[in-house]
């Protein structure tokens, strides 16, 4: 019969081993004996010599002759593919997402009808700007990407962890792209937002303001993936049995809270770990610590945003949660690490146009727009159009139909007929009635490259999320635009931002012209529309939902020769009861010997374990320890940074030398270590109010 019928064994077959394939391919026995051993080509030739290539002589040149160098090399050669144009570094887990509450009454599709049902997912978090070796904590806005293998087919939901974008329209995403990446003229900065063609760009669409806001804050700063919101962005429509439409944002939101780094400390981690967050996120999974979001809809009719004070088809604007709640309808739980990071991370290929039954698209341009640019970049990246038989991007349910051929087809399809309609094959591929269905709307109007005018409003949202921050939060974002636009050379550049940012807020413009030493205040933009003042929404902050935790942080305990061990003890136990890793760290690994003679397990080197990748630390170190690590940098260091973090401190009475040392003033968050619910406490939250006693900011 001429169906190409695919259930996931194809998918299975193109992952099985090498092992398999030879022993499918020739049954002998001298395969079967030669394959305890091992090493073939990818012919199943057996190897007998992967250490030399095939010489002439001892001291001869080697043989072109030599198939099995050449086999081995040129499969090196093209090891590589091209890297994503944007989201290159990334790093992907798979999971499940179970539905908790039933959308019945907005939708037909059955992954956000049927509750207590687990569907499989593959979830891919990355950074926007850095190639794929760049660093995991530059400044910069997250991927949030989720594969969900429904039953009725890949539902992929390409989102960030900010709600909004920087543009309005695809036609503008290639330049915002250019204007973002390294300059190329010299190919560099890397993963940096801090340069003349990003702010220039950005100085000429205003539209992009809003996002500003969100980049400049400590969202694009996160301490951990697991503690990041996710959001789909766009409006999407729900269609139900009726096939009514009702709109809807999605939103991921983490178990753990939100938690962010401050910006030294971020740069900081970028030399002590580049990987910190996929080290993060494995050490979690791989250690049972499985992070979790819940899944939260806005649902909203169409009259209703008709009274909207902004148009909710423009990705430049969100809907604040006090003008539509949010529901709670599911959760997703990331529990299994890949197996293989080329294979699955790498080779994930998410598409927003990848979409189930009753749900649809809206007209945000942008959205439009995408829908077409990601399977566009796949047949590049991936080689092309069968990528979808690559286990990781396969449907989970059969998938049929005549498509045919093509690089790389995986699949054997049988039969005469790749075709429809047909009268050869009956049981090919049929059209099915109750399949996807498109929301009937109704279109009209005059065609035209047009930008609406519902459009135009470009600060009130701005303003709105900045006036809605704490003042740590407000503070760390004006420092942010003064760091960036000093990176700046062009002095016109920088004055254009600071005209757009007193339409968001004067005093956030004064701070940042003063801090980029302006003269004068330069003239704002005329803006297309007035700014309109929106109420503030505490929900907007990163601070206001970080959690009363210890879940899912990692504290760090400083030790010597001749620490109390009894304290030491106490301390451990005390921090994984609140949920936390603890991690032990010495000047040197191996064993430290403590108070009682006994040996303790070393986990860091000092001088490679520095306080940056710690949420709080303890000192437990007696006088002599102490005094000798005032002379040892990497020591001082540790406490300084971790003072200068805004994190909580636990300190012997020994380690008071060392923390004079560091130019530590005790805080409410310089406790005793013999008061470890303090400290435990402390550690829950930073110190915010020491901030302004340790560094000046704009
Ligand atoms: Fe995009 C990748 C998110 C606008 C074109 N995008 C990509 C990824 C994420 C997003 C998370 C990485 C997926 C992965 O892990 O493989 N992109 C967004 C969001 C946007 C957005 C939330 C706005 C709301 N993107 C956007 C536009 C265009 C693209 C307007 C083009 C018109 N995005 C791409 C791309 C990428 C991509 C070039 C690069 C690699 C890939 O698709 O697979 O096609």
């Not at 054997?412 to 090919?428: I, K, S, W």
């Not at 560091?662 to 550690?683: M, N, W, Y």
Request: proline content about 5%.
């Amino acid at each position: 019969m001429g169906k190409a019928k695919s259930t996931g064994k194809v998918s299975a077959q193109a992952n099985s081993s090498l092992k398999n394939a030879v022993s499918r391919g020739n049954g002998g026995e001298l395969h079967q004996r030669l394959l305890s051993e091992g090493l073939t080509t990818n012919q199943g030739l057996p190897i007998s010599d992967n250490q030399n290539s095939l010489r002439a002589n001892p001291v001869g040149p080697t043989l072109l002759e030599d198939f099995i160098l050449r086999e081995k090399i040129t499969h090196f050669d093209h090891e590589r593919i091209p890297e994503r144009i944007v989201h290159a570094r990334g790093t992907g887990v798979h999971g499940f997402f179970e539905l908790t509450d039933s959308l019945s009454r907005y939708t037909t599709a059955a992954i956000l009808t049927e509750v207590g049902v687990q569907t499989p997912v593959f979830t891919r978090f990355s950074t926007v700007a850095g190639g794929a070796g760049s660093i995991d904590t530059p400044r910069d806005v997250r991927g949030f990407a989720v594969k969900m293998y429904t039953k009725e087919g890949n539902w992929d939901l390409v989102g960030n962890n900010i709600p909004v974008f920087f543009v309005q329209d695809a036609m503008k995403f290639p330049d915002l792209v250019h204007a973002v990446k390294m300059e190329p003229d010299r190919g560099f900065p890397q993963a940096a937002s801090a340069h003349d063609t990003f702010w220039d760009f950005i100085s000429l669409t205003p539209e992009s303001m809003h996002m500003i806001m969100w980049a400049m804050s400590d969202r694009t700063l996160p301490r951990s993936l697991r503690m990041i919101e996710g959001f789909g962005v766009h409006s999407f429509r729900l269609i139900n049995k009726q096939g009514k439409s009702t709109f809807v944002k999605f939103h991921w939101r983490p178990k753990l809270g939100l938690q962010s780094t401050v910006w030294d400390e971020a740069v900081k981690i970028a030399g002590a770990d580049p990987d910190f967050h996929r080290r993060d996120l494995f050490e979690a999974i791989t250690h049972g610590h499985f992070p979790e979001w819940e899944l939260a809809v806005q649902l909203f009719t169409a009259e209703q945003a008709e009274r909207f004070p902004f148009d909710h088809l423009d990705a430049t604007k969100l809907i604040p949660e006090e003008l539509v709640p949010l529901k709670v309808i599911g959760r997703m739980v990331l529990n299994r690490w890949p197996n293989n990071f080329f294979a699955e991370t790498e080779q994930v290929a998410f598409c927003p146009s990848h979409l189930v039954s009753g749900i649809d698209f809206s007209n945000d341009p942008l959205l439009q727009g995408r829908l077409f640019s990601y399977l566009d970049t796949q047949l590049s990246r991936l080689g092309g159009p069968n990528f979808h038989q690559i286990p990781v991007n396969a449907p989970k349910c059969p998938f049929a139909n005549n498509q045919r051929d093509g690089h790389m087809q995986m699949n054997q399809p049988v039969g005469r007929v790749a075709y429809e309609p047909n009268t050869l094959d009956p049981e090919g591929p049929r059209e099915q009635p109750k399949g996807f269905q498109s929301a009937r709307i109704e279109e009209n109007g005059v065609r035209g490259r047009i930008r609406a005018a519902s459009f135009n409003d470009h600060y009130s949202q701005a303003r709105q999320f900045f006036v809605s921050q704490t003042i740590h939060e407000q503070a760390h974002m004006a420092s942010a635009l003064v760091f960036e636009l000093s990176k700046v050379e062009y002095i016109h550049i920088r004055q254009a931002i600071v005209g757009h940012l007193q339409h968001i807020d004067k005093g956030l413009a004064q701070r940042v012209a003063k801090g980029l030493g302006l003269r004068e205040m330069p003239q704002p933009p005329v803006a297309a529309a007035p700014v309109q003042q929106f109420k503030p929404s505490p929900a907007l902050q990163t601070i206001g939902k970080m959690k009363g935790t210890l879940e899912g942080r990692m504290l760090g305990v400083l030790v010597g020769h001749g620490s109390d061990k009894a304290q030491i003890d106490k301390l451990v136990k005390g921090i994984s009861k609140a949920g936390a890793t603890c991690k032990i760290v010495a000047l040197h690994v191996g064993d430290v010997v403590l108070s009682d003679q006994s040996g303790l397990k070393v986990d860091g080197q000092l001088a490679g374990t520095p306080s940056v990748i710690f949420d709080a630390i303890a000192l437990v170190l007696d006088d002599k320890v102490a005094t000798a690590m005032c002379n040892e940098a990497a020591a001082v260091d540790f406490v300084r940074d971790a003072f200068g973090h805004l994190k909580a401190i636990a300190f012997d009475t020994g380690a008071n030398v060392l923390l004079e040392r560091a130019g530590v003033f005790k805080d409410e968050g310089v406790v005793s270590v013999r008061d470890i619910p303090r400290f435990l406490t402390a550690a829950q939250t930073r110190q915010w109010d020491r901030e302004k006693s340790i560094r000046t900011l704009a």
